[in-house]
């Protein structure tokens, strides 16, 4: 009942400072932090919340999250747009990874293996967070390609190296398979399925025995994703690399349902975002913080400064269809979130050495995360909306300027 109460407020608040937060670093993110931190064990202690229910809840915001942001990149959009997301996914995270590894061991004191799983953690990015960057119009497209494409594939690429680590250590990942062959089965039948509902649907749909009314239709692609999740838990196929698959492949073969499937799409997931980062702060204890230290926000503080932005600068390097201010957004917008607490929550419940700890430092990485991306999305979107009218403006004075729609 509190964490109804609580939802509620938050969503009231939210609403009656949208029109704030859409033009300052107010974020509704933000307000929903802030009211499950108060709601839980750090303030009120008036909403007890179990890891597994949390991360079942994170994983859920997630999952819809990723089906959503699929639809914005067609087959069509991944032809024209591969590079950059190509180059982010197989040189930035693998040095992002490595980079957090060593910071973690230099840091903090970790041994290798255990600073190296906090890498695969820390690693992803996650796409709830991104969207409000990626949803803004003043955005270019090339730049929302990428974080959208390179965040839609990044958490479900993370969690075979999370499961594999935990096992090194002596832990058990519960629900996850332990061995190499088993998680890349996992991962292949998670695009699988992502590819064959979406078209099964599809081909269901021009049977002429059948008729969708345009009214129903957003329900559709709804339906689709609620199977497609059943699927996955009983298959134990890779959620989050099902759900961007099968956005991709609606938005590839049933253009017309995807577009009108978009406000619902965007609605649930707000929601589904809104709840989980209630049911996080509620995570939040004092024990908790406790764990942290000051090097452990230190450390939070430089793999995001840090951590990320190098890495992504460096695999970008060379790259024309970026301009540097697009590259610094592209490094700098990569925020930690969902993904990073559903396998922080995994370590939990594994039994490894230094499982609280570990928790802790992801935890504490998270909130710095919301906090410091939250509230600059507007200001990034300001400075490339500048840029781009600087560069029109420099245009129409007989300058040439070349760039990727």
Known sequence: MIFALTFGLALLLAVLLSALSERSPLSTSLIFLVAGLVAGPL???????????????????????????GQQAPIHVLRRRWVGPTRALAIGMPLTFALVAVLAHLLLGLDWVTSMLLGAILAPTDPVFAAALVGRDDVTPRLRSLLNIESGLNDGLALPVVVLLIVALGGIAP?????????????????????????VAAALVRLPCFGVEPRVQPLGPLAVAVLLFVACETAGANLYLAAFTAGITFASVSPTASAAFAPVGEFVGELSKNGALLAFGALVSPVLLAEVGIAGWIFAVLVLV?????????????????????????????????????YGLLVLESGVPEETHVLALVVATVIVSITLHSTTDVPVAAALRQHAGDASAAAGCGSTVTAEP
């Open 175 to 199: 629900g996850e398979s332990t061995e190499v062959g088993p998680l890349l089965l996992e991962v292949g039948l998670g695009v699988v399925l992502g590819v064959v509902l979406p078209l």
């Open 306 to 342: 840090v951590g990320r932005p190098v890495p992504v600068m460096i695999s970008l390097l060379g790259t024309r269809t970026l301009n540097f201010r697009e590259r610094l957004a592209a490094a700098w917008f990569g925020p930690k979130g969902f993904a990073s607490v559903v």
């Open 43 to 69: 303030a009120l202690d008036a909403e007890h919340l179990s890891a597994p229910v949390i991360r079942e809840v994170a994983s859920i915001a997630l999952f819809a999250v990723l089906f959503a942001d």
